[in-house]
């Protein structure tokens, strides 16, 4: 597998974004929005083929970007949740109130919030945690992020 440089996970959160705006806010009213996914939920299977497909996507950027696991299971819940309604949407006589809760539910944008938020918690090393700490670099780097409130943890990117 290629070694991860910051460059990767810059993408991985610049991609996020285009996904976050698509799906929840392409049409902005104020500090509401509605994007595909509450567009598409109108349309049967096609609005909840784009609501799973998305948010496998996002689960997948997770995992590349290593996130925090409970960070990967808040976005589990907040696109399990936005994805069932989607379903139950594709049951004739239940689709209206699924269909209007996934329009005012924006789970793709809180699922994409929590990656951004970890990703922008991280420190970042483009090495192994084994030649950091072999080079006597691991200390510094668990140095700076006790020294910033803003960091939570430290993730090596050749790992």
Do not use: C
């Amino acid at each position: 597998m290629p070694r991860r440089t910051v460059g990767d996970i810059e993408k991985i959160w610049t991609n996020v974004e285009g996904v976050k705006k698509l799906s929840d806010r392409v049409i902005g009213i104020g500090p509401f929005g509605i994007g595909m996914d509450g567009l598409l939920t109108w349309v049967p299977v096609l609005g909840t083929a784009y609501t799973v497909g998305a948010a496998g996507w996002l689960i997948v950027q997770a995992f590349r970007a290593k996130a925090a696991p409970g960070t990967v299971v808040r976005m589990a819940g907040y696109l399990g949740l936005d994805s069932v309604t989607s379903a139950v949407g594709e049951v004739p006589f239940l689709d209206f109130v699924p269909n209007v809760v996934d329009v005012l539910f924006p789970g793709h944008l809180m699922a994409a919030k929590a990656l951004q938020k970890d990703i922008e918690s991280t420190h970042w090393v483009e090495a192994s945690e084994r030649d950091a700490r072999a080079s006597g670099e691991h200390d510094r780097h668990v140095a700076k992020v006790k020294a910033d409130p803003k960091l939570r943890r430290i993730v090596y990117l050749h790992d």
